[in-house]
């Protein structure tokens, strides 16, 4: 890591990760698994929330509230459970980015158009775009690869989920840019949903989106 730029040097996720070979491939796997949270939301999430006597988007942010006093608590006695990488033990995991940063899309944009081809371009984008690096593509290769697979997400959402089809050549760049910077204080899992998230909300007034 940089500690004068706050950036983090590129490692192998494979060295890193607790557990090796085997902590990455779960982490890989937990990863495409947050492809399911969409539909879980779509279909199950008014049944989850009634169960515990709260409306949707209260069931969202207390999702959300745990998450952060679970990483709390983590950080607090530098625990690293299997799958996670030596310096998540003092900053908050990638998992717990990611979770944060889907949670607050679908407070903030809880429609089909958009939490999914969101959603999708962090669970499939970003494993791609690692699993390139670790095989030993270039950086221009990975750039242009993962904008092409990103590309093919929004697509996809065009035609299952009416998703604006302009939106793909805009947010196919932007997903894979979101994902560059290596910054401590904030995992790529967070930006390549935020800085997504922020282009949707701040076009809205112009052309209504939402």
């Not at 095989?135 to 093919?152: C, N, P, R």
Request: include cysteine; hydrophobic fraction near 50%; charge should be negative.
């Amino acid at each position: 890591m940089n500690g004068n730029s706050g950036q983090v040097e590129m490692t192998d996720p494979i060295e890193q990760s607790k557990g090796g070979i085997y902590g990455h491939v779960l982490r890989r796997g937990i990863h495409l698994g947050l492809s399911f949270i969409p539909f879980i939301y779509f279909e199950y999430g008014e049944k989850c929330a009634e169960m515990v006597g709260l409306n949707l988007p209260q069931f969202v942010s207390a999702i959300v509230f745990a998450i952060i006093i679970a990483e709390s608590i983590r950080l607090k006695f530098s625990i690293t459970i299997f799958g996670q990488r030596e310096y998540e033990a003092h900053q908050v995991s990638a998992l717990g980015w990611g979770a944060i940063g889907i949670g607050l899309a679908v407070l903030m944009v809880p429609t089909e158009e958009y939490l999914w081809p969101i959603v999708l371009s962090l669970s499939l984008g970003d494993p791609l775009m690692g699993e390139l690096r670790r095989k030993g593509f270039e950086d221009k290769q990975v750039m242009t690869y993962s904008t092409l697979a990103i590309a093919i997400i929004w697509l996809a959402c065009w035609n299952f989920f009416s998703t604006p089809l302009w939106l793909v050549p805009l947010m196919a760049p932007l997903c894979m840019i979101s994902e560059w910077p290596r910054l401590r204080w904030i995992d790529d899992n967070a930006t390549m949903v935020l800085i997504p998230l922020c282009a949707i909300l701040l076009l809205d007034p112009f052309i209504g989106l939402l």
